[in-house]
């Protein structure tokens, strides 16, 4: 992520451009929905002259926002998709350049911008690696160029044979859970979690009195805070699993999150956490940390995974009594709730053989797991 220096005037061209941009990718998205195309190339057939023309895109931005909304629509059908109006854009080697590390060429709706870049010695590290792809957001009043880099390949990019499989249920009252019982949850991240919720309530009531200003200032400060906090406390639960995995051979298995929102119904106090602990990332951590490891990882079919007995396969409702518990009606397997979805998990990945059941060798060691202290 690297930060661009920008003139007021420069700033202004940039918020328009981001404008523009979203407002073309809502107006695709209205079209794509409405003819229930998701094929990019029959999109641009369609709407390429009159996005352009409409919202005075360049070739390549007009591009990008088929490809962006084509993405998002693929994902689920059954929505229409919506973009933030300063949502991010896409840039690649067509319509932004580097000068060196610390400048870069973007264009906007008015030509190109040369831009001055703070980046930092880490970054100036990784240089190397980044590609031609990149992402500009707005967050707090600064713009910043999401860039993709290259993640080196220790090995080369060949996965090995599991031997057994990790089932991990990615939760929503403990963080993971995985097949072998280990629970990723850490008092830790509760306190901290619910803490943030109470400031942030705090200074949201704040709003309506002369503090106003202190506490939206308060409040900047903290969601950049948070979203470190998560970010680092998924960077240290996917990287666990992934060496667990490997440490015993086995494949990680996730179910296939597909329309998840649509068929889980969370419950009012859960739907917080559910969309808010960077669900998301932590399963973008674990897939990119496996692949980088040669860990196998596979998607199963997530329909009742919680609703079933490991031990007898009897699939009810009545087998979840209460949200955190599991009990079988039918041959009375009593476990909680998590681990019995992520043994479901483990259970249905596709084998060739049969499993060996798993010993633990190589450098992993089950430890206890302390988050952010
Ligand atoms: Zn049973």
Redesign the pocket.
Known sequence: MVRLETSEAEKALLLETMKQYNSAANFTAEKAFELKIANKYELQKLFYKEIRSRFSLSAQFAIRVISKVVEAYKRDKSVKPAFRELGAIQYDQRNMSWKGLDKVSLTTLQGRLKLRTRIGEYQKSRADRIRGQADLIYRNGVFYLIAVVDVPNKKKRCEYEPVGMLGVDLGIENIATDSDGEVFSGEKVEYVRKRYNGLRAGLQKARATSRHRAAQRKLKRMSGKERRFKRNVNHVISKVIVSKAKGTTRAIVLEDLKGIRSRVTVRHEQRDRHSKWAFGQLRQFLEYKAKREGVPLLLIDPRNTSRE??????IDKR?RPTRNDFE??????KEAADYVAARNIAARAPVNEPIVAPTLTGSYKPTTLVIGS
């Open positions: 007995c490991p031990e007898c396969h009897v087998n079988c009606i039918c041959c009375g397997y």
